[in-house]
């Protein structure tokens, strides 16, 4: 009889653990982004939902200055989701040229747009209607829950996947993944304040080509088997 293939599980963190790594993350790291640094860029800064989602959108695969760089030109000409199915295709392209893929990008935008026109230009306040609208993942989604709509929820971008990865906190083989489980796993408390602790710390420590463990406060407890001795 053929054996049964085995499936490698990702090691994950106790939760016990869970909860001491969000309290030594929330000693360390500053917390809300809107009040310590003067208002967050690109689709965290927007003034309001339809932004916010638009510029989520520009920021895929993008860097964050060429992200706020294209929201900013697009919504110099065109702030609701009327004007911005009224330019013209050069003019949209024109104007998200520095977040790259603009071609695919503008027509996401355009899709996004009309489905909004037909609901009648609401943008939808929960994670599952904003998850149904066309362009939108669950990265946009949370992004638009939380700083939008301040909902208490943890968004998910490359760099708090990969501290989540790398310690066994939320695994997961995509950010939607990740962000499922760490909403399972984070504690209440810490699900405000979360994503800026976890973007910072993957900015500033675990960052993604050189870590740096040796100084590390959650080493001790990550997981990473990669993670410098
Ligand atoms: S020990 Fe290294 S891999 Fe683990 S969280 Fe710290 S910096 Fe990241």
């Not at 949370?142 to 501290?163: E, K, L, P, W, Y």
């Not at 675990?206 to 590390?216: E, F, Q, V, Y």
Request: proline share 5%.
């Amino acid at each position: 009889m053929a054996k049964a293939k085995k499936t490698l599980q990702p090691r994950e963190l106790a939760s016990l653990d869970v909860e001491t790594m969000f309290r030594r993350l929330s000693d360390a790291m500053p917390g809300n982004w809107r009040d310590d640094h003067g208002g967050a860029k690109g689709p965290k800064g927007q003034p309001d939902a339809f932004r916010a989602c638009v510029a989520c959108m520009l920021s895929a695969q993008s860097l964050d200055t060429n992200t706020a760089k294209a929201a900013e030109q697009l919504f110099a000409i065109a702030k609701t989701p009327e004007a911005m199915l009224a330019l013209d295709d050069d003019t949209l392209i024109d104007a998200i040229r520095p977040a790259g893929l603009y071609n695919n990008k503008a027509k996401s935008i355009r899709k996004f747009c009309a489905a909004l026109m037909e609901r009648g230009g609401t943008v939808p306040e929960s994670r599952a209607g904003l998850m149904e609208m066309p362009g939108i993942g669950r990265k946009c989604a949370d992004i638009v829950m939380s700083f939008t709509f301040g909902a208490n929820v943890i968004a998910v971008d490359t760099h708090v996947g990969r501290v989540c990865n790398r310690t066994g906190l939320a695994p997961g083989k995509t950010e939607a993944k990740v962000a499922e489980r760490l909403d399972k796993r984070a504690p209440e408390w810490a699900k405000a304040e979360g994503h800026f602790w976890l973007i910072q710390f993957g900015k500033k420590i675990c960052t993604s080509r050189a870590p740096k463990c040796s100084d590390c406060f959650l080493r001790d407890l990550c997981l990473w088997e990669n993670k410098a001795r």
